[in-house]
């Protein structure tokens, strides 16, 4: 075999495409490592700004602690914290796990029936009118003190908003397209159960994200009226012994709790219905575009 003494020939440089290529991909992981350091610069500064304010006006903590304040009564009350920010979690996720329940199965049927939609519309829209708070009091002469009047009232404050989305989902199905179905000998339960539901999925998913942030609201609702325990409850007792710092500790972990389920409706929105959100990321690279 004859022996090859020439030198190997050097790399080929990139061409512009190429470079436009690697310099559009760059800019991409730029923009996406600034879309998730964003959130927690934007929440630090905002706390870094309300305690500059809180010294430099000398405000009182009964007026409006700092947030050093608050985090040494979240310190000092971490055992009455946690156990009470479990029981609002449960009650909420109970509520909410019905709320999903009840709402799918109403948001399949009004979106499916003209009749069922302009009978039941209206009464949904007047009972979601009724304030909520309204309702705590009723529930407790009905069930007493407790957890079951929470939980009824994260189920009814977050039921709505999943009805209303799925019966819009089910029903913006192309009228061309039943027709099609039905041509080809789809009975209209498969329909539903083919076209309608993966069509709601979107709308199912976006209410969820609303659903499960109000259903904390009705739940802190429901145990500042009408319960011996929850985050609701310890607010209560809080602000009556004018524990302000305590009472924004309670509203803190009411907010990052509401933040962890709506970042977890979003991670299952996103494996289940990731088709619906295609080119939606502006930061993607698109070779044919170059």
């Given at each position: 075999m004859p022996f090859d003494d020439r030198a190997p020939s050097a790399p080929a440089a990139?061409?512009?495409?190429?470079?436009?290529?690697?310099?559009?991909?760059?800019?991409?992981?730029?923009?996406?490592?600034?879309?998730?350091a964003l959130p927690w610069l934007i929440i630090i500064g905002t706390f870094l700004l309300w305690e500059v304010i809180c010294r430099a006006f000398a405000i009182p903590q009964f007026i409006l602690p700092a947030p050093s304040a608050i985090a040494q009564s979240m310190v000092k009350w971490w055992l009455p914290l946690l156990d009470n920010s479990?029981?609002?979690?449960?009650?909420?996720?109970?509520?909410?796990?019905?709320?999903?329940?009840?709402?799918?199965?109403?948001?399949?049927?009004?979106?499916?029936?003209?009749?069922?939609?302009?009978g039941l519309y209206p009464l949904l829209i007047a009972f979601n009118s009724v304030p909520k708070v309204a309702v705590v009091p009723i529930l407790v002469i009905w069930f007493g003190i407790g957890t079951v009047p929470a939980v009824i009232t994260a189920f009814l404050?977050?039921?709505?908003?999943?009805v209303v989305n799925v019966a819009t989902g089910i029903a913006t199905v192309e009228p061309e397209l039943r027709d099609v179905l039905r041509a080809l000998g789809a009975r209209p339960?498969?329909?539903?159960?083919?076209?309608?539901?993966?069509?709601?999925?979107?709308?199912?998913f976006a209410s969820l994200k609303i659903a499960i942030t109000v259903a904390f609201v009705g739940s802190i609702i429901a145990e500042t009226v009408a319960a011996n325990k929850g985050i609701g409850h310890l607010m209560m007792l809080a602000s009556s012994r004018f524990d302000v710092p305590l009472v924004f500790a309670g509203l803190i972990i009411t907010g990052v709790m509401g933040v962890v389920m709506y970042v977890v409706a979003v991670a299952i929105e996103n494996r289940t219905t990731g088709w619906a959100m295609r080119g939606q990321d502006s930061g993607q690279v698109s070779v044919a575009g170059v």
């Open positions: 990139p061409t512009a495409a190429q470079r436009r290529i690697d310099a559009l991909a760059a800019a991409a992981r730029r923009r996406r490592r600034l879309q998730a479990w029981q609002t979690l449960m009650t909420t996720l109970i509520g909410f796990a019905l709320a999903i329940v009840f709402g799918l199965l109403l948001g399949v049927a009004i979106g499916s029936s003209t009749l069922l939609y302009h404050i977050s039921f709505f908003p999943i339960t498969d329909i539903i159960r083919k076209v309608g539901l993966p069509r709601a999925m979107p709308y199912f």
